[in-house]
């Protein structure tokens, strides 16, 4: 531009030429040349020097652009890779990530997932979706409670994220998967620096650049699939980008908003326009880097001729990248090892049925580590402390605790159920269900009254003393409770067995014999049909007969205190022989009522009975003192025999086999029934897919550690068939995965349990299928979506190489190899290949509710007649009332003597019909 003074020459020029009129036209023009030239060539002046002074501002201003874009994207991809534990979920993150990683393992040393935050509201939301249908279609709110409980539990993760990821962008630091630290700040100040150089002139701005988190106005992107299917996925087309949730706009569902994050497939710049500051409802993602820089142009100058610096202020946002979570989710495994429960056809039964929702389950916790321990050195662990279920009443009822455990397994599985398979599933009839081929080889022996979790007694029918388990009835719910605490090897030996569904005596308590009943309802008794009568004959034989014996005893011992003469000792002696013989052989047999109806039980025309060929004689006719002095003590069997005859030739079980054999006395029911035993798990595409197996994959895993398993004794009553008679069946749950989070899972965080073998989705074992004609085939590993490729073999994970074994001598774990061959850089988390167990509940041990006999004098079922609480104390025999013996009044040993209440001693005669001594009762006192 031109300075002032020559604007003025130019002016005083032209005067001048105004001035002289004398000088001819052809100089006035050649001035005019002049003059405009000069403008000219000024004005061409001022626009180069204004043109590179603004390419030089421009320049400045468009490198600082470059310079803090490079630093938002490189803060945004930082910001996926932090990590946080949250309290309740455990590892987190924006981005999902395999367990893998080194900095998040658990206490079991084995790596565990990290979700990313949009995983944990998308599952929170979709569990509302499915616990809604629940609620609807069975009337149960068990898994709505449980599902609303999470809906705050994501939210408050998504705000706690919130928290770090803002720290770490105002200069704080955190750790990533492999615990290295990331320090978002840092990098991207060292990011912008680094693009700055190429500028020349001015500097940056002390203190000006600084990161913030926030979200976008508008809505973005993210990587989060919709709930499929699409009607059923509560999304509008304005809350959904290409199939996913849009990020930053609320995506509601069952009356709760959900809002997710910003995440791309690549970190990618996105609108500053529409950045937004953190509120309360949101989680946020977006990175605003800005700063503020000063540019110098030569040219520009302040009135004094100085310098003038011009400010640039730029602002850059970026939206982090990440991972999709594919990790295997958890199993579901359902078990009737004794059978289909009438009445309960389907899931939808398990949620509705009036019993199981009345019934209610005892629930306890595995403290110290994995219950029962399978590591030799573990430390000592202990099942069970009582415990509760959070935000279910308690006790629970059995309903409650299933619906616990479906829902922890569809947590487990996070985005991956199809809201339409869930449904269902729910009304998939169980005899629908396909077995996997074997299923012919899986004829089941059960016993139909096992006892309650309790070692079976010894060969003399004790069940008493140390850690042994014994349950036999009429023990309360709290004496089975107290012993399922106390532990021991028997504690660890019936959970197996309830664990690998192996039908042995560890189920429910016993109050009544041992009985089969067929399909059609009709009673059963060593695989022949007995009716009800049959059964209660023998029971009030036995327990007439014990009751007869222990009377015979107080008589007998009264009457050798009275004895005069040898004749009546001799006679006093033999009967306190016999009594206590009936006594201890019937206590034996009452103890023993499953070896021997399992024999068969035969009613015979002359009221005796037999057992496998063996004769039972009742002795149903106790005897006064009178009697027993004059040896006239009637014992009303077949034969009239008397109660003071030579032991020798007196009779009550006589025959090959005696029952309190240790041999025969573990034999079982033989009834044939179908082991029912399904699994459920999720394809690829959320089906569900449900097998029926003759062996499940998970029968040796223990209560894992701060997880939870539950008993109900008496969970549901059925009666149906030809047989009035009612059956109480138990009901028990191991749920792995209700407690999760590094903090409060326990040693393996409430991951699903590892499976034997590890890879059992790649064994032939569980691809079995039966054609049309039920012969057996073998599946193509297509056939089953749910196995077809094993869950790890995204990361190039195979089989492991060698090493996995299960139970018995503890876990021995191998290495997983790389597909390509050798060995992997990182090893996943064991369970991951195939998924493990999430959940596994079993109703089974159908246990017997007989009447009482007609005319018993007691209902002993179970138990020795005459105790104190189950039968009368005092007999009133020939006019003398006498107290009878109670359980705790005799034993059973070799060389035994007796004496009465005035210490008179008796030797009693051998046992004749085996070779156990017999020792007679010292009463307490007699009247």
């Not at 023009?29 to 002074?53: D, H, M």
């Not at 100040?189 to 600084?210: I, M, P, R």
């Not at 049925?353 to 399978?374: E, M, R, Y």
Request: hydrophobic content about 35%; charged content about 15%.
């Amino acid at each position: 531009m031109f300075s002032k003074s020559g604007v003025d020459r130019v002016s005083r020029m032209g005067s001048r030429l105004q001035r002289r009129p004398g000088k001819s036209a052809r100089g006035v023009k050649g001035n005019t040349l002049v003059l405009v030239s000069a403008i000219t060539i000024g004005l061409l002046i001022a626009i180069v020097l204004f043109a590179l002074n603004y390419g030089r501002l421009l320049g400045g201003s468009t490198e600082h652009l470059t310079a803090i874009e490079a630093a938002s994207l490189a803060a945004a991809q930082d910001l996926s890779r932090v990590v946080i534990n949250d309290d309740y979920y455990g590892y987190i993150s924006l981005s999902d990530y395999p367990p893998i990683g080194l900095g998040t393992k658990a206490a079991d040393k084995e790596p565990l997932p990290v979700l990313s935050i949009n995983t944990v509201l998308a599952t929170a939301r979709l569990d509302m979706i499915i616990a809604q249908n629940v609620k609807d279609q069975t009337g149960d709110s068990t898994v709505f409670t449980l599902a609303k409980a999470d809906v705050a539990k994501a939210r408050a993760a998504a705000n706690s994220l919130n928290a770090t990821l803002a720290s770490v962008l105002n200069g704080g630091t955190a750790k990533d998967l492999d615990g290295n630290t990331v320090d978002p700040l840092a990098h991207a100040q060292k990011v912008y620096q680094s693009n700055l150089t190429k500028l020349t002139g001015g500097d940056v701005v002390v203190n000006s650049f600084k990161l913030s988190l926030g979200y976008l106005e508008n809505g973005s992107t993210t990587l989060t699939d919709l709930p499929k299917p699409d009607n059923q996925a509560q999304v509008s087309p304005d809350q959904q980008l290409d199939g996913h949730y849009k990020a930053f706009v609320s995506v509601p569902a069952c009356g709760e908003d959900f809002y997710f994050a910003g995440i791309a497939r690549q970190p990618s710049l996105v609108d500053a326009r529409q950045f937004r500051d953190p509120d309360s409802k949101r989680a946020c993602s977006i990175v605003k880097a800005e700063a503020d820089h000063t540019i110098t142009a030569s040219l520009s100058q302040g009135d004094n001729g100085e310098q003038v610096s011009h400010p640039v202020h730029s602002i850059a946002c970026a939206q982090p990248s990440g991972n999709t979570d594919m990790s295997p989710p958890g199993v579901l495994t359902l078990g009737f090892p004794n059978g289909l429960v009438p009445g309960i056809n389907s899931i939808k039964d398990i949620f509705s049925n009036g019993d199981l929702n009345t019934n209610t389950s005892k629930v306890f916790t595995a403290q110290g580590g994995d219950w029962p321990s399978t590591f030799p050195g573990d430390p000592s662990t202990s099942l069970l402390a009582p415990g509760n279920i959070p935000g279910i009443s308690n006790p629970p009822s059995v309903t409650q605790t299933f619906g616990t455990g479906f829902f922890h397994w569809l947590r487990a599985a996070r985005t991956r159920p199809k809201i339409s398979a869930i449904d269902s599933m729910l009304t998939q009839n169980f005899s629908a269900i396909p077995d996997d081929g074997s299923q012919v080889y899986c004829a089941q022996v059960f016993p139909f009254c096992p006892p309650a979790f309790a070692k079976k007694p010894d060969n003399q029918g004790n069940t008493a003393g140390g850690n042994d388990f014994a349950v036999m009835a009429p023990t309360s719910q709290a004496d089975r409770d107290a012993a399922w605490l106390a532990g021991g090897a028997d504690a660890k030996s019936s959970y197996w067995s309830v664990a690998a569904n192996l039908d042995v005596s560890h189920v429910a308590p016993p109050n009544s014999p041992a009985l089969e009943l067929a399909d059609d309802g009709s009673l059963r008794s060593g695989g022949k049909d007995i009716t009800l009568a049959d059964v209660q004959a023998f029971q009030n034989a036995l327990s007439a007969s014990n009751t007869a014996a222990l009377a015979t005893l107080a008589a007998a011992n009264k009457a050798a205190s009275v004895a005069t003469t040898l004749t009546e000792t001799t006679n006093a002696t033999n009967a306190i022989t016999n009594a206590a013989l009936v006594a201890s052989r019937s206590h034996d047999m009452v103890n023993n009522e499953q070896w021997l109806t399992g024999k068969g039980i035969q009613v015979l025309p002359d009221g005796r009975f037999k057992v496998n060929g063996d004769i039972v004689t009742s002795h149903p006719m106790p005897s006064d003192v009178a009697s027993i002095l004059g040896g006239t003590a009637n014992s009303g069997d077949i034969n009239n025999t008397s109660w003071t005859a030579d032991p020798a030739s007196f009779d009550f079980y006589k025959g090959k086999t005696a029952p309190n054999d240790k041999d025969k006395q573990d034999e079982q029911i033989t009834a044939e029934a179908g082991k029912y035993l399904f699994l459920y798990e999720f394809d690829a595409t959320g089906q569900v897919v449900s097998t029926n197996l003759c062996t499940l994959p998970f029968q040796y895993v223990p209560v894992s550690h701060n997880q939870i398993y539950t008993v109900s004794y008496d969970a549901i009553k059925t009666q149906s068939g030809k047989a009035p008679l009612p059956l109480t069946w138990a009901a028990t749950m191991r749920d792995e995965t209700a407690t999760i989070g590094l903090n409060h899972g326990g040693i393996h965080a409430g991951q699903p349990m590892l499976g034997d073998p590890a890879d059992w989705c790649r064994v032939d074992t569980f691809f079995n299928t039966v054609n049309g004609k039920g012969s057996k085939k073998s599946f193509k590993k297509d056939d089953n979506k749910a196995r077809s490729k094993a869950k790890g073999d995204y990361l190039g994970i195979d089989s492991p190489v060698k090493g996995w074994s299960g139970h018995g001598n503890g876990w021995a774990y191998g290495k997983w190899k790389s597909k390509k061959g050798g060995a992997l850089t990182q090893q996943p988390r064991a369970a991951f290949f195939c998924g493990g167990l999430s959940c596994d509940f079993q109703i089974r041990s159908p246990m017997a509710i007989l009447p009482a006999p007609s005319g018993a004098a007691v209902v002993p079922p179970g138990g020795l007649v005459g105790g104190p609480s189950l039968g009368p104390a005092f007999a009133n025999i020939g006019g003398v009332n006498l107290r009878i013996p109670n359980t705790f009044n005799y034993t059973i040993g070799p060389g035994a003597k007796s004496s009465d209440d005035t210490g008179a001693a008796q030797s009693p005669g051998p046992d004749t019909q085996t070779s156990t001594k017999v020792q007679a009762p010292v009463p307490n006192s007699l009247i």
